[in-house]
Nanobody, 115 residues
Framework: QVQLVESGGGLVQAGGSLRLSCAASGNIFSFNAMGWYRQAPGKQRELVARITSTDSTNYADSVEGRFTISRDNGKNTVYLQMNSLKPEDTAVYYC?????????WGQGTQVTVSS
């Protein structure tokens, strides 16, 4: 049983930074990929960043160069460092972990960027 809990969201002014954390609880598995998605009101859920078991990373064009995804296997935690935040980054951010054919989701954390 895997449970994901996000933290680190909040309110920040444009140009500021936030660091999101996603901690996995329960039995530990070897994860194939970990990522962050976000969904703003009236918009589709979109992939923000992803990191694979081989440490390959992918980013949405809109966050490339501003966000960095990383992981700490010892703590079973994935992070999203968000710098130079823009109002359009405002959304609920969801942690996602893939292991084989299984996908796990967190409950989401709100990120609000004011102009």
């Amino acid at each position: 049983q895997v449970q994901l809990v996000e933290s680190g969201g909040g309110l920040v002014q444009a140009g500021g930074s936030l660091r999101l954390s996603c901690a996995a609880s329960g039995n530990i598995f070897s994860f194939n990929a970990m990522g962050w998605y976000r969904q703003a009101p009236g918009k589709q859920r979109e992939l923000v960043a992803r990191i694979t078991s081989t440490d390959s990373t992918n980013y949405a064009d809109s966050v490339e160069g501003r966000f960095t995804i990383s992981r700490d296997n010892g703590k079973n935690t994935v992070y999203l460092q968000m710098n130079s935040l823009k109002p359009e980054d405002t959304a609920v951010y969801y942690c996602n972990v893939v292991r084989g054919l299984y996908s796990y989701w967190g409950q989401g954390t709100q990120v609000t960027v004011s102009s």
